[in-house]
């Protein structure tokens, strides 16, 4: 034994001592020794190789999701008399993604190319064109990767596509792109013999128009990208909770993200309604991730937003930004929605316990999603609604929030609906913890969360409600001058709907401090299709014949412009709405302001007096007046355009909206 003694230290044992002093391990009496480390599995009964254990894990789900284990469907030779409605589906998707050109539809398969099964889909009308014009691409087949569930699309994502990640909450994190907004510059719309006289063109108009033959070019492009591909995403799905007036739309796109985002934002069928969903009435080809071609009519850059209404169908080419979809599909509810003398709102909508119905009306970052979504009401819908004769319904099945400096204090609800299945577009997160911060702009100040709308605890399914009591108009004032809260007669409600005004301040980069007014008729200029005007006159039919009263609230700066002033208190605007709803401020007394001739309320519950006349928190009375007429004088020379415009039937009130724009 070697001695220890000349160590002095504690630890002086020697390796046959260490072994000595392990416990023995010791069996109860009478067991046989090969009890002692039994294994406890039940007998194999099911499986004999590891390939046959991994096929038990999924087990066949509901009627409409894969008809084959291995994804393939078989078509024409071996398949049943009468098509399932998987083959239905394919058929219907061949049909979709048929070049106009050359052969019909292509071959295509459902499920992931990973998985097995290779059975030919084979187009449900033989082709019979000339040799010469059948291509490659028709050889190949093509992956069906039609209504996934958010778990498979969370695996497509995070297998397949660079900058998705789950985040600390279980969120999917992705990377919306070089495009971090909507390109409103590159979007077209089809001008032919219908659509030149029912839309509205020229000066104003976001309707840029383009040929039907230049859409075909287009269309092309993006269907012969989107059929390239091993594999292609299919969504169908509904827009409008309104069962009379729902449309059936289908989204055709290469990324999981965009299939997951429509997934969350469009209205989701039932395993019965994607079973008989039949013929879609309105189909998105996206193929983002491939530019459009510059040397093709019409084109100023790489991107293209193409809206058909005669066909049906909207491209979009260069931006993989997927609020693009949501908003081609709000502009398509804009032309089919008045046909049916139906009004299409950019608004938010809640309804009270007791049934009172608000709009949020808004430009972007005013609001609208931050406001509607309140936990004493129930949510109808953060964005795009419809007005009909029997009320209120919500366009859409998710909401679009704002990400940029979210708090778990300030808007729980959203903090919380950032969960599971939710996107998130464009946000930073730290690399380990995948916690994300919100207050990093480093991707985008437009960091984006796209949830389903019953990811709100209190929302209202299904989504429509009776006819509103409140119309809020929402501007993010960042000159400081109009009043927190004003209540607007009808005419003044009108001007302001058509005025369309919010000022949020310009992108830091440039170094922008000066606020830069915008307006956008009806708030959401960019998405109406008909001239502005026509939707005022159903609004104020509707708000007149339903008795709803009309709001100014400001959401933006106090005591000065932006730099001087300060952004009000989320808390005070939300006190603000709340005395709305209750219908406490109809009984305030009013003063009216000079200029716009806006009235004011003195007292609102919660809320400090001094800040709801706008002028008393400014110190610089003079900068105050300033900045006020200069406001008024930017509110002018934009209805200008409208001056010429009648309004409705009545002629009465169009001259009464033009009188009640500001005055000096
Ligand atoms: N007083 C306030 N009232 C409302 N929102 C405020 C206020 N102060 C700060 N905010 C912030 O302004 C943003 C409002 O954005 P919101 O997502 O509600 O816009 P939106 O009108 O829904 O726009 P979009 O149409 O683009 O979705 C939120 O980030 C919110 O936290
Ligand atoms: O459409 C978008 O990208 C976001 C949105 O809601 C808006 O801009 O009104
Ligand atoms: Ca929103
Ligand atoms: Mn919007």
Redesign the pocket.
């Known amino acids: 034994m070697a001695g220890n003694e000349n160590t002095g230290g504690d630890f002086s044992f020697s390796a046959a001592a260490a072994r000595d002093a392990l416990p023995r391990i010791t069996t109860e009496k009478g067991a046989k020794s090969s009890d002692v480390c039994h294994d406890d599995t039940a007998p194999r009964v099911n499986f004999q190789t590891i390939d046959e254990l991994h096929s038990l894990q999924k087990k066949r789900s509901a009627p409409t999701t894969p008809l084959k284990e291995g994804g393939g469907v078989v078509m024409g030779t071996s398949g049943p008399t009468t098509p399932s409605s998987g083959e239905t589906m394919l058929q219907s998707v061949s049909a979709s993604l048929a070049s106009l050109t050359r052969e019909t539809g292509p071959k295509l398969i459902r499920g992931d190319p990973t998985s097995a099964a290779k059975v030919a889909h084979v187009p449900h009308t033989p082709t019979s064109v000339p040799a010469a014009d059948v291509s490659d691409s028709g050889l190949k087949f093509t992956h069906i990767l039609h209504n996934l569930s958010p778990a498979e699309l969370y695996e497509q994502a995070i297998k397949y596509e660079k900058g998705s990640f789950v985040t600390s909450t279980g969120a999917l994190a992705t990377l919306s792109g070089a495009k971090t907004?909507?390109s409103p510059k590159d979007k077209r719309v089809v001008k032919d013999e219908t659509t030149a006289s029912e839309l509205w063109w020229g000066k104003g108009s976001p309707n840029i128009e383009m040929d039907e033959q230049t859409f075909l070019v287009n269309r092309e492009r993006a269907v012969d990208y989107l059929n390239s591909l091993d594999k292609v995403f299919v969504n169908d799905q509904y827009l409008n909770w309104d069962p009379e007036n729902r449309i059936k739309i289908r989204i055709v796109s290469a990324r999981a993200y965009h299939s997951l985002f429509m997934h969350n934002m469009c209205i989701r069928p039932t395993p019965e309604e994607l079973e008989n969903f039949g013929t879609p009435d309105f189909t998105i080809y996206n193929a983002g991730k491939f530019p459009c071609n510059r040397y093709t009519h019409y084109m100023t850059s790489s991107t293209s937003v193409d809206i058909n209404l005669g066909r049906r169908e909207m491209v979009i080419l260069g931006t993989q930004y997927a609020?693009e979809m949501?908003?081609g599909l709000f502009g398509l509810m804009h032309y089919l929605m008045p046909k049916r003398k139906i009004l299409s709102l950019?608004s938010g909508c809640n309804m009270g316990k007791g049934g009172d119905v608000a709009l949020f009306f808004g430009l972007?970052g005013t609001g609208k999603t931050t406001l509607s979504t309140d936990h004493n009401r129930y949510l109808i819908g953060d964005?795009e609604h419809c007005w009909s004769d029997a009320g209120v319904s919500n366009i859409e099945g998710g909401c679009?929030a704002k990400c940029i400096d979210l708090s778990r204090e300030k808007e729980p609800d959203i903090w919380n609906a950032i969960k599971f299945g939710t996107v998130l577009e464009n946000v930073v997160f730290d690399e380990h913890t995948r916690e994300v911060d919100y207050n990093d702009k480093s991707v985008t100040e437009n960091t984006r969360a796209a949830y389903p709308i019953e990811y709100i605890p209190n929302s209202k399914i299904p989504c429509v409600g009776p006819h509103p009591k409140n119309v809020i108009l929402l501007a993010c004032d960042a000159f400081g001058v109009l009043p927190p809260i004003s209540k607007l007669d009808l005419a003044q409600t009108m001007y302001h709907f058509i005025s369309g005004y919010t000022a949020l301040v310009a992108g830091t980069e440039e170094g922008v401090k000066e606020p830069r007014a915008t307006f956008s008729a009806c708030f959401?200029a960019a998405f109406i299709m008909l001239h502005p005007t026509k939707y005022a006159a159903m609004l104020a039919e509707k708000m007149q014949a339903q008795g709803a009263t009309g709001w100014l609230v400001n959401t933006g700066w106090s005591g000065g412009s932006y730099g001087s002033g300060s952004r009000i208190k989320l808390a005070y605007t939300r006190k603000i709405i709340d005395a709305i709803h209750s219908g406490s401020l109809l009984n305030a007394t009013y003063q009216k302001t000079e200029i716009f001739g806006l009235e004011i309320p003195n007292e609102v519950e919660g809320v400090p007096s001094e800040i709801l006349e706008p002028m008393n928190a400014w110190e610089d009375k003079d900068a105050y007046k300033d900045t006020l007429l200069k406001l008024a004088g930017l509110f002018r020379n934009n209805f200008e355009t409208f001056t010429s415009h009648k309004i409705g039937e009545d002629g009465k009130l169009t001259e009464e909206i033009l009188a009640a724009g500001p005055n000096f």
């Open positions: 907004g909507r609020g949501k908003k950019h972007s964005d679009y959401g």
